[in-house]
């Protein structure tokens, strides 16, 4: 058997694990002032409180959402959609699927063998709906299969565990659901520090263990990945907007009778409304909402926790800082589409233009060296 000649290095284990996945057609980064944002063929339209996952290695999903009506002064309505796309990553183009079966914003969503199961999420609870979020929790499931496009019913989420908002993870055939929301509108905001799980062979919910089954403390709007067996919950908010976190929460999903761990490591920003995803060990928190200090309400930063260090890092601020979206690894990106440029709800003042919060078509990657 004839070798290949970079075996004998050391980087060859993460050469060879890295090379499955495609890059995107025009992929080219400038690491000389250390900036790795890449930036990709926008959204067909603007979107925020959406969910992102990768179907493959080829194929990224954009899920759900809300859209707006009404122009920059103005908001007229903001409503949920069932708008699914799905990004080729080699060619670097978007293609529009067959939409989800209801119309909701803030889904819980995860891929296991090639397969997107939605698991719950927020509604509108008006119809039609209002100029402002108002949102309240469905159990409502569902799995797609790409070849068929097509999206099937499956068990909804047990009653009194319906929320959207969650941290999503894959550990074998279970997919975890990790906190989330029950209710989001301009007076209330809950944070739900349940844990349950749905197993992908049997189609069935599933209790975890009852140490396992609560977080230390309730998170919605949390970033959060299963890296080889614990799942881990960072940042986002318990309870209201502001009420922003640092902590990181882990479980390990092979001994889950240990139940939840905080981790002494805080993340430098305490931030809620943020993506996140992990490449290898490096798991990254982007953007936020209800940040004080910028005149748009938006955290900016991105920053870099090392899972086996317990080490974070700040990173290059997001080119275009944003808020509600969701972020997905594939090999050594993380892909970033959409969000909300400004904090919603509140209005902003820009040259004597009021504005309300508008969300973006911007898509882009981030690139973690190893
Ligand atoms: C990427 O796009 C953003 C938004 O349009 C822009 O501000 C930024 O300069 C672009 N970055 C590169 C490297 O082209
Ligand atoms: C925004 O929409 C409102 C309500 O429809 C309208 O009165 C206003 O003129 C619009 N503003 C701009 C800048 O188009
Ligand atoms: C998932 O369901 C299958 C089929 O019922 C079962 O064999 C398996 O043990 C379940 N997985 C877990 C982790 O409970
Ligand atoms: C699981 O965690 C418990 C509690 O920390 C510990 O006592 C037990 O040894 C662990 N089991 C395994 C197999 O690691
Ligand atoms: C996807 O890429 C990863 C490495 O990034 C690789 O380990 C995996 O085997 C690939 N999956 C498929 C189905 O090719």
């Not at 903001?78 to 796309?85: G, R």
């Not at 906190?179 to 007076?187: A, P, S």
């Not at 889950?256 to 992990?278: C, E, F």
């Amino acid at each position: 058997m004839q070798l290949p000649l970079f075996l004998g290095i050391s980087t060859f284990l993460f050469t060879a694990s890295f090379t499955a996945a495609a890059l995107p057609k025009g992929y080219q980064t400038n690491t000389v002032d250390g900036n790795r944002w890449v930036n990709l063929t926008s959204l067909p339209s603007p979107r925020q409180e959406h969910a992102t996952v990768a179907v493959n290695n080829n194929t990224i999903a954009v899920l759900g959402g809300v859209e707006r009506i009404g122009n920059d002064s103005v908001q007229v309505r903001v409503f949920s959609t069932n708008l699914v796309e799905l990004y080729d990553i080699p060619s670097d183009t978007w293609r529009t699927a067959a939409p989800l079966p209801i119309k909701l914003n803030h889904p819980n969503a995860a891929v296991v063998n090639e397969r997107i199961y939605l698991l719950g999420g927020l509604v509108d609870t008006q119809s039609p709906p209002t100029a402002e979020a108002d949102w309240i929790a469905t159990g409502k499931s569902y799995v797609y299969d790409l070849i068929a496009n097509a999206w099937t019913e499956v068990a909804s989420m047990p009653p009194g565990t319906e929320r959207g908002s969650a941290v999503v993870g894959v550990h074998g055939d279970m997919i975890y659901v990790a906190g989330g929301m029950t209710v989001l509108n301009f007076v209330v905001q809950d944070a739900s520090s349940t844990v349950t799980a749905f197993n992908t062979t049997s189609l069935q919910w599933q209790r975890v263990p009852s140490v396992a089954a609560n977080m230390p403390e309730g998170r919605q709007h949390a970033a959060g990945a299963v890296v080889e067996d614990t799942l881990y919950v960072v940042g986002g908010r318990w309870f209201e907007r502001t009420n922003v976190r640092d902590t990181v929460f882990s479980l390990d999903l092979r001994n889950q009778t240990a139940g939840w761990q905080t981790s002494p490591s805080r993340m430098p920003t305490a931030r809620g409304g943020i993506a996140g995803s992990a490449v290898g060990s490096s798991f990254v928190a982007f953007g936020g909402e209800c940040n004080p200090d910028t005149s748009n309400g938006i955290y900016p930063q991105a920053e870099m926790y090392d899972l086996k260090s317990k080490e974070w890092k700040k990173l290059p601020d997001m080119q275009v800082p944003r808020h509600g979206t969701a972020a997905i690894a594939v090999g050594s990106l993380i892909y970033i589409p959409g969000g909300g440029l400004q904090q919603d709800g509140v209005p902003i003042e820009r040259d004597g233009v009021v504005s309300y919060g508008q969300a973006t078509a911007h898509f882009d990657a981030y690139e973690v060296s190893i």
